[in-house]
């Protein structure tokens, strides 16, 4: 993800100009509806709007963290069993060799974790339509559209 300033109002930055915020080869940008500003929250409102939210992550550190959970888990569950009266020879603890792999989850940074975008729509600058009028201002864009042949 690049971010740079306008260089004027509704001039984008050159892209050597901008700054590089956050890369990964992993990551996924989706869109959330959102209420309208200001309006009352109604469950399956036709009007809404969208926000965009963009995740960046690396799959080597979550490779290494889901690693250090599985050792996490299997030293509480011995740790259990010992406290309940397991020998302490029946049990397997398991570590890192070097005390650095520790670190692992959090060694590659991808800069940029998450991030979100919107243009605010608010309740007041809608004109809000029934059903049928929207279904009758729908069809006659419709035939707007159609240029007869």
Same mark, same amino acid.
């Given at each position: 993800?690049?971010?740079?300033?306008? +260089?004027?109002?509704?001039?984008?930055?050159?892209?050597?100009?901008?700054?590089?915020?956050?890369?990964?080869?992993?990551?996924?940008?989706?869109?959330?509806?959102?209420?309208?500003?200001?309006?009352?929250?109604?469950?399956?409102?036709?009007?809404?709007?969208?926000?965009?939210?963009?995740?960046?992550?690396?799959?080597?550190?979550? @490779?290494? @963290?889901?690693?250090?959970?599985?050792?996490?888990?299997?030293?509480?569950?011995?740790?259990?069993?010992?406290?309940?009266?397991?020998?302490?020879?029946?049990?397997?603890?398991?570590?890192?060799?070097?005390?650095?792999?520790?670190?692992?989850?959090?060694?590659?940074?991808?800069?940029? +974790?998450?991030?979100?975008?919107?243009?605010? +729509?608010?309740?007041?600058?809608? +004109?809000?339509?029934?059903?049928?009028?929207?279904?009758?201002?729908?069809?006659?864009?419709?035939?707007? @559209?159609?240029?007869?042949?």
């Amino acid at each position: 993800m690049l971010f740079g300033p306008e +260089v004027k109002p509704g001039i984008e930055c050159k892209p050597k100009d901008m700054k590089l915020i956050g890369e990964s080869d992993f990551g996924s940008t989706f869109f959330v509806a959102n209420n309208l500003q200001e309006s009352e929250s109604i469950r399956n409102d036709p009007y809404f709007c969208t926000k965009m939210h963009s995740l960046n992550w690396s799959a080597e550190n979550t @490779a290494n @963290a889901l690693n250090l959970l599985y050792m996490s888990i299997k030293n509480i569950k011995a740790h259990l069993l010992y406290r309940n009266g397991e020998p302490a020879g029946n049990l397997d603890f398991i570590g890192f060799k070097d005390e650095n792999d520790f670190n692992a989850p959090w060694e590659s940074n991808v800069g940029l +974790v998450s991030s979100n975008m919107d243009f605010p +729509v608010y309740e007041k600058d809608i +004109v809000r339509l029934t059903q049928k009028e929207l279904k009758k201002q729908i069809i006659a864009n419709k035939t707007k @559209a159609i240029k007869p042949s």
